[in-house]
């Protein structure tokens, strides 16, 4: 059994088969979602609907991003945050214009069921963001964290990559985990449209919702795969960009 984790998808459906194709992903793969599964290009509520049928295929774990909470606070409440209609969530409700509110609540609680982070037996944590504490993810004081912190991406690239871990300038923070896996912050922003690894954290948010590719990595070879440039599978969109 092999386990992968998987980027943002940002309403990008047409880019998710082609990287499990690619991978060659069997029933008996463990599938690591690590957020934002909407927002950005047209087909978010379709997505969602791909993955509840992919969870009953293959034993997956669903992160939430700061765009699927958005989304689930829209789907509760009818109201959208300024914020989020600016940044996807518009082309979000579009792509819910034919579904009824019974649809709508069935993705409501899929929403509701997906994990801030998860930790694997191996010790290996899978966060869509990051988190501040540094006695680790559990002991966070600020939950929303999980979804929207930078700062544990930007400590990971700022840090001198020939540090030892023994070392007491190594950042705490990464010290609690064997590897980190992190979504958020598109890899595309540092000229980079393939996963980056700092110090024992993986990017795998490789700018699908932009200009950039949806990626599928295996944690434990590294081999990672890529969709086609997610943008040129909706030329007649904007996405995010």
Same mark, same amino acid.
């Given at each position: 059994? &092999?386990?992968f984790?998987?980027?943002?998808?940002h309403?990008?459906?047409?880019?998710v %088969?082609?990287?499990l194709?690619?991978?060659?992903?069997t %029933?008996?793969?463990?599938l690591?979602?690590?957020?934002?599964?909407?927002?950005g290009w047209?087909?978010?509520?379709?997505v969602?609907? /791909?993955?509840?049928?992919?969870?009953k295929?293959?034993?997956?774990?669903?992160? *939430?991003?700061? !765009?699927?909470l958005?989304?689930?606070?829209w789907?509760?409440?009818g109201?959208?945050?300024?914020?989020?209609?600016?940044h996807?969530?518009?082309?979000?409700? @579009?792509?819910?214009?034919?579904?009824?509110?019974?649809?709508k +609540? @069935? !993705?409501?609680? $899929? /929403? +509701? +069921?997906?994990k801030?982070?998860?930790?694997?037996d #191996?010790? &290996?944590?899978?966060?869509h963001?990051?988190?501040t504490?540094?006695?680790?993810v559990e *002991?966070?004081?600020? *939950?929303?964290?999980? !979804? $929207?912190d930078?700062?544990?991406?930007e400590?990971?690239?700022?840090?001198?990559?020939?540090?030892? #871990?023994?070392?007491?300038?190594?950042?705490?923070? /990464? #010290?609690h985990?064997?590897?980190i896996?992190?979504? !958020?912050t %598109?890899?595309i922003?540092?000229?980079s449209?393939?996963?980056?690894?700092?110090l024992n954290?993986w990017n795998?948010d490789t700018?699908?919702? /932009?200009?950039?590719?949806?990626t599928?990595m295996?944690?434990?070879? @590294? #081999?990672?795969?890529q969709?086609d +440039?997610?943008k040129?599978?909706y030329?007649?969109?904007?996405?995010?960009?």
């Open positions: 059994m &092999r386990t984790v998987i980027g943002d998808i309403g990008g459906l047409k880019a %088969p082609q990287v194709k690619k991978a060659q992903i %029933p008996n793969d463990t690591i979602f690590l957020g934002d599964y909407v927002d047209s087909e978010s509520a379709q969602i609907d /791909f993955l509840i049928e992919l969870n295929k293959n034993q997956c774990i669903f992160i *939430k991003g700061n !765009h699927d958005w989304c689930e606070d789907l509760r409440t109201e959208g945050e300024a914020i989020w209609l600016a996807g969530g518009e082309e979000t409700k @579009k792509s819910y214009e034919s579904y009824s509110e019974e649809q +609540q @069935k !993705h409501l609680v $899929f /929403f +509701q +069921q997906m801030p982070y998860y930790i694997d #191996k010790n &290996r944590l899978f966060i963001a990051g988190f504490s540094m006695h680790g *002991k966070e004081t600020f *939950k929303l964290n999980y !979804h $929207f930078r700062t544990l991406w400590t990971a690239l700022a840090t001198d990559k020939n540090l030892s #871990k023994k070392s007491e300038l190594y950042p705490e923070r /990464f #010290k985990y064997s590897e896996y992190i979504g !958020h %598109p890899t922003r540092y000229n449209s393939t996963p980056i690894n700092a954290l795998i700018g699908a919702a /932009f200009t950039g590719y949806l599928i295996d944690i434990d070879s @590294k #081999k990672f795969w969709s +440039q997610v040129t599978l030329a007649n969109e904007k996405g995010r960009n």
